[in-house]
Nanobody
Framework: QVQLVESGGGLVQAGGSLRLSCAAS??????????MGWFRQTPGRQRELVGI???????EYGDSVKGRFAVSRDNAKKTVFLQMSSLKPEDTAVYYC????????WGQGTQVTVSS
């Protein structure tokens, strides 16, 4: 099981930027973690894709964040980042770090609140 520790959440005004980080530990594979990325969830709604990146650099984003958010990763440090720009109040959510090795593992979540 991979352990994930997120950081960087908080309160930001609409139009602002925020960067989340997630450090993974407990992974002993010989290749970089196959998939790392982020999902988010608000009360009463299903967890939704924000952005993910493969260990070869391919990415996939949720429609609502395309052009505003960017996922990056440091394979050597087993860390994934989420750069969020042009934030909107509807981006307010708990953001969860996600990795897929031979199973999915999740972080504990970090709150992002965007004020109008």
């Amino acid at each position: 099981q991979v352990q994930l520790v997120e950081s960087g959440g908080g309160l930001v005004q609409a139009g602002g930027s925020l960067r989340l980080s997630c450090a993974a530990s407990g992974y002993s594979g010989t290749i970089p973690i196959p998939i790392m990325g982020w999902f988010r969830q608000t009360p009463g709604r299903q967890r939704e894709l924000v952005g993910i990146m493969s260990n070869e650099g391919s990415t996939e984003y949720g429609d609502s964040v395309k052009g505003r958010f960017a996922v990056s990763r440091d394979n050597a440090k087993k860390t994934v980042f989420l750069q969020m720009s042009s934030l909107k109040p509807e981006d307010t959510a708990v953001y969860y770090c996600y990795v897929f090795t031979n199973r999915a593992d999740w972080g504990q979540g970090t709150q992002v609140t965007v004020s109008s």
